[in-house]
């Protein structure tokens, strides 16, 4: 089992920053991808930006250039640097762990809510 446990989420204006924390525990070594998801109110949670455990990152084409994803291995944290942030930014922030590919996400963060205001 691993446990992700999310923070750093907040209310924020438009063009401000925020980061994200997202701390592993757990059997941490049985995955080999981590990353943030996001859920609007009535939408689908969907992939913010991914890491696998060499350090390659992709991100989605809507936050590429604003939000940068980031480990420290030491800490077994993963982190989500925002930046520029939109209203459209707005949703919950979760952390999701994985293995695989195409990846099975098999764990879950209870989520950070982020909130922009124009």
């Known amino acids: 089992q691993v446990q992700l446990v999310e923070s750093g989420g907040g209310l924020v204006q438009a063009g401000g920053s925020l980061r994200l924390s997202c701390a592993a525990s757990?059997?941490?070594?049985?995955?080999?991808?981590i990353g943030w998801f996001r859920q609007a109110p009535g939408q689908q949670r969907d992939v913010v930006a991914t890491?696998?455990?060499?350090?390659?990152?992709d991100y989605a084409d809507s936050v590429k250039g604003r939000f940068t994803i980031s480990r420290d291995t030491a800490k077994n944290t993963l982190y989500l640097e925002m930046n520029n942030l939109k209203p459209e930014d707005t949703a919950v922030y979760y952390c999701?762990?994985?293995?695989?590919?195409?990846?099975?996400?098999?764990?879950w963060g209870r989520g950070t809510q982020v909130t922009v205001s124009s």
């Open positions: 999701g762990a994985g293995s695989g590919w195409p990846p099975t996400w098999g764990y």
């Open positions: 757990g059997n941490t070594f049985s995955i080999n991808r």
């Open positions: 890491i696998n455990n060499v350090g390659i990152a």
